[in-house]
Every structure is written in C-alpha cells, then in structure tokens.
C-alpha cells in the first residue's frame, strides 16, 4: 500500500455519501477541516494512520478504497479515444494522466458518457434491424423494452400478490404498528430489527435522490422534500428489499422475464406494491372504499397516503371473497408521455405513442387539482366511467421544480354505480357517453375533428380545395 496515497476524490465521494460536512468528517478522523480540505484536492495525501480511521469510521473496504483508481481511469479513458469517432485528435499518453490526475471526477463521467452513447448507438442499431425485418417485428415489444415486461408481469397477476399482502399484515404485528404513528413505528422496526438507522438529509445534500441506502453505514437516507406519505412509502420500500428480498425472487423466478434489467425493474415494481399495502392494509383499505364508495379523498386522510398512491392501490383490490371495483390506472404527463398503466378492467391502451386527446385525463391539466369526471365509450361499443386529477411529485427546489401529471382511474360501466363520482350521471344512456379511441393512429372513428395522425386502415385523400374540421380526408378501408 502507498504510504502517500493520494485519494482525495475518493474521501469527498465517501463524505458526501454519508452526508457529512467537511468539519464533521474531520472530527471523526481526528483532523482539522483545512488538512482534509487540503486532502479532498489531492494537495495531501491520505496516509496509513488516516486510511485506518477511514476504515475504523466508515467501514470501508482499505484494499478496494486504497486500489489505484488513476490507472483505470487512464485505461478507460485511453478506450473512450481510441474510437474512430475522434481519429484526427491530437491526444496524448500524457493529456489522459494529467487529467486522470488532476480531475479524475471530469474523467470518470467522459468514460460514463461514452458508454452511454455506445449503449444507444447499438441499441438503435439492433432496433433498425428489428424493424427492417418484418418477421422479427414482435420482438421490438419485448427484448428492447423491459419495462413492458414489467408490466405484463403485473397485468398477468391482475395486479394483485398475495404473498406480499401476508407480509405487509406480518410486517404491523412484528414492528406493533400503530395507525396514526406509522413513522415512528417503521424507524423502530428497522433500527430494532436491522440495526438500521433512518435520517433526514437536506435537499442540496440528497441531490436528485429521495432515498438511499447506506450499507456501510446501515442508514437509509431520506430528502426532506419527500411529505410525510412519501417518507412513510419510501421506509416500507426498503423494508421489503431488506426483509423480504427472498419473496421477491420467488416471485420473479416464477415469471418469463427476459433478463436482468427487466427483474431489477420488476423487483422494485414488487417493493413498491409491499409498500403500498403497509400504508394501506388490505382488509380495513377495502372495506373503508366499499363504505365511502371509493371517495378517494376521504381514504387518503384516513390512511394518511397521497392521491396517486390510493389510486394505485385501489387497482389491487382483487383478493378472492374480497374483491373490490376492478379498476384501470393511468398515469401521463402533460406531454403525452405515460409512465403508469395497468389495464384491470380490460381498458385498452396503446403499447406504443400517446392516447385519445378525447379521454378525460387531459383535461385535468387545465384545472390542476379539481377531480373530473366522464362517461366514455370505444369504439366496439364498450362504455367506462373514469376520473382524473393532476398529482404533484416534489421536486428539488427552485432549479428542480416539481413535476406535474395527470391520473386517470376508471372501470367498466357496469361498477360505476358504486363509486360517488358517477352520482348524477344517467349511466344506462350510453348514447351520451364520450367517443374515444385507443390513439389516433388505432381510431377508427372518421369523423373525430381532435385527430392528430390519419389511421392505419384508411387511405389518405389529398384535396387541396376541401377542408373539414379535420385536417384529414380518408376513403373507406380496401374491400369495403
């Protein structure tokens, strides 16, 4: 081991990660502020005595942390502009040392960001080969999307585990939960159950991050920009990936997920869902929706959760013997883009692109905050109830705002009758229900003056001297 290691990048990462000032890091260490300034800049060296307190405070690895980074770095960065992309640059041996030494920080995230563009230039390669090849099409739907595994995977068990239910019931006789305190009950069980403690860090120390795990430390850390739902889901969640870790597996072992991406995304998808049904216990979350007919606003104070997160569980409500309204969940941004959906009453969404401008949940931007309402009928004839409201995520401060998106929550008209929002509804005059489609490409509907592209199954007329309210003018499909 070098007895004039210097590591300083490597003691600013480990400070910041334990969320220490520099004064409070060296009066661990038993220095002065200004020599591990003088440190963290590479302008001292981390000695063995020092390295040994490192490792005495923080439970560091000595030999990973000792490792001579600067050789890598250079490696890596000797990889990064050998590529054809920079023939023509006059770069030297000596230019990557320099910078490997002097900001190693700037180094590592050339290296990142050239990984990152291989990895999209490779998969847009693979994925224009995909669609050249028109056998090879249904691919594209799965392999190179791992999240729609996830979803199916979720579609699949119509949203509903049992086995993670039996373990959030466990998780409030084991920790002696207490409603109303449900906080203080979770930081319990996780210090007296896993010796794991919980702190709340400043926003500009948290960065983008609502939670992290320290594993060293045995702390979880959360931002204080989380409300106090999100603090309460955020603690159950990594209950689940400490405790439950093992259930988790076992349930991702029995589906078809394609690779390692997919079961990392479907793990934390499952720690979520545990999460949920500690705020929300199944049996009294389901009997108080049957008895206040699904007013979502009186069950997100009485189990103290956000909009979006009643909304999300009321979807799981399919127990055999104690089943509540099959409901669909989305959930989309003001551009279009969706990033929830689960389709529990046969609600059809596009896979792909955006939805009917028609459908309620867009109007909810133009008054944030106010629950709508509307009947609305498909194409085939299918007729569904739904509501949406915008949701708030918190953001970062004033250079991170807060981001903004609208849910939609809905069932069959057939179950609308019990829910409070479709009371002054006529609900068997489906005639007045709303025309929507599935997206415009997938519309059949001619006549829709909101429409964005022509569909797939009409030939396009072009006349210059007809316009209609829609841009578009079509002749009937081939054969009709």
């Known amino acids: 081991m070098d007895k004039k290691a210097m590591l300083g990048p490597k003691v600013r990462r480990l400070r910041r990660d334990h969320g220490l000032t520099q004064a409070q890091m060296a009066e661990q260490l038993g220095i ?23 490792g005495q405070n923080f ?37 990557f040392r320099e910078l490997a030494a002097v900001a190693p920080t700037l180094g590592q995230a050339v290296v990142a960001l050239y990984r990152s563009f291989r990895t999209s230039r490779d998969d ?25 595994e996830v979803r199916d995977l979720f579609q699949a068990n119509n949203n509903h585990f049992a086995e993670l239910e039996a373990a959030a019931e466990e998780l409030w006789q084991e920790g002696r939960l207490e409603k109303g305190d449900l906080y203080r009950g979770l930081v319990d069980y996780l210090s007296n159950n896993h010796s794991v403690r919980v702190r709340l860090l400043p926003s500009d120390v948290m960065g983008y991050a609502v939670r992290r795990f320290d594993r060293h430390g045995r702390r979880i850390l959360l931002s204080e920009m989380l409300a106090p739902s999100g603090r309460n889901f955020q603690l159950a969640c990594q209950i689940a990936l400490l405790r439950h870790r093992d259930l988790l597996n076992q349930i991702l072992d029995g589906s078809s997920l394609s690779g390692d991406e997919a079961r990392r995304l479907a793990r934390i998808g499952l720690a979520n869902y545990f999460a949920a049904a500690v705020l929300m216990p199944y049996d009294r979350f389901w009997d108080a929706a049957k008895q206040i007919r699904y007013d979502i606003e009186i069950l997100r104070r009485r189990f103290d959760a956000s909009f979006e997160q009643v909304c999300q569980r009321l979807t799981t409500l399919q127990r055999s013997g104690a ?25 059809h969404f596009a896979r792909f692109g955006g939805g009917c401008p028609r459908w309620i949940v867009y109007d909810a931007f133009r008054t944030p905050g106010k629950i709508h309402s509307q009947l609305a009928q498909m194409p085939d004839g299918t007729t569904y109830f739904s509501i949406a ?7 970062g401060g004033f250079r991170s705002p807060p981001q903004q998106f609208a849910i939609a929550l809905g069932c069959d008209v057939q179950h609308a009758g019990q829910i409070t929002y479709a009371d002054g509804f006529d609900l068997e005059n489906t005639e007045a229900a709303t025309p929507i489609g599935v997206n415009c490409r997938l ?3 001619l006549d829709c003056s909101q429409r964005a592209f022509p569909p797939l199954n009409h030939r396009l007329i072009v006349d210059e001297n007809l316009r209609g309210l829609s841009p578009y003018l079509f002749a009937p499909p081939a054969g009709e």
């Open 32 to 54: 002065s502020p200004s020599y591990l300034n003088l440190i963290e800049h590479n302008q001292r060296p981390v000695t063995v005595p020092l390295l040994l307190k490192l």
């Open 323 to 347: 089943k509540g309204v099959p409901f669909f969940l989305m959930r989309v941004d003001s551009a279009g883009n969706v990033s929830k959906r689960f389709s529990g009453a046969g609600f």
């Open 389 to 395: 409201r915008t949701v708030v995520k918190a953001g």
């Open 443 to 445: 519309c059949p509907r």
């Open 124 to 148: 847009l390669q693979a994925l224009a080969e995909k669609m050249a090849d028109r056998e090879k099409l249904h691919l594209v739907q799965g392999a190179s999307f791992p999240q729609e």
């Open 59 to 95: 439970g560091v690895d000595l030999q990973s942390f000792a490792e001579d980074e600067e050789s890598r770095l250079v490696a890596g960065l000797r990889e990064v502009f050998a590529d054809p992309l920079f023939d023509g640059s006059d770069i030297k041996n000596q230019d």
